[in-house]
Nanobody, 115 residues
Framework: QVQLVESGGGLVQPGGSLRLSCAAS????????MGWYRQAPGKQRELVAS???????NYADSVKGRFTISRDNAQNTMYLQMGSLKPEDTAVYYC?????????WGQGTQVTVSS
């Protein structure tokens, strides 16, 4: 069973950047599509970016052009480079498969965008 651990969150000012990492305890090459999800206070968890094992990517309209998802199957790690951050990007960010699997949810990493 793969365990996913998110890291890289923090407090950043509007317009700033952060890079999130998702480290897997086993090979992620067996997961055809992986994604980054986020959940803001009082809102449902949403998928913001996904990437296939072949490198095809998709983004939610709200982050398109600002976020870049990538994965390194050899290192069993996925990344989310976030730029031009806005206060509305504040949320706990999680990585998981797409569609998500219950056993893959980790603790997430908090991203707070505030001046």
């Amino acid at each position: 069973q793969v365990q996913l651990v998110e890291s890289g969150g923090g407090l950043v000012q509007p317009g700033g950047s952060l890079r999130l990492s998702c480290a897997a305890s086993a090979s992620i090459s067996i997961i055809p599509v992986m994604g980054w999800y986020r959940q803001a206070p009082g809102k449902q968890r949403e998928l913001v970016a996904s990437i296939s094992s072949g490198g095809s990517t998709n983004y939610a309209d709200s982050v398109k052009g600002r976020f870049t998802i990538s994965r390194d199957n050899a290192q069993n790690t996925m990344y989310l480079q976030m730029g031009s951050l806005k206060p509305e990007d504040t949320a706990v960010y999680y990585c998981n498969a797409v569609p998500w699997l219950m056993n893959y949810w980790g603790q997430g990493t908090q991203v707070t965008v505030s001046s």
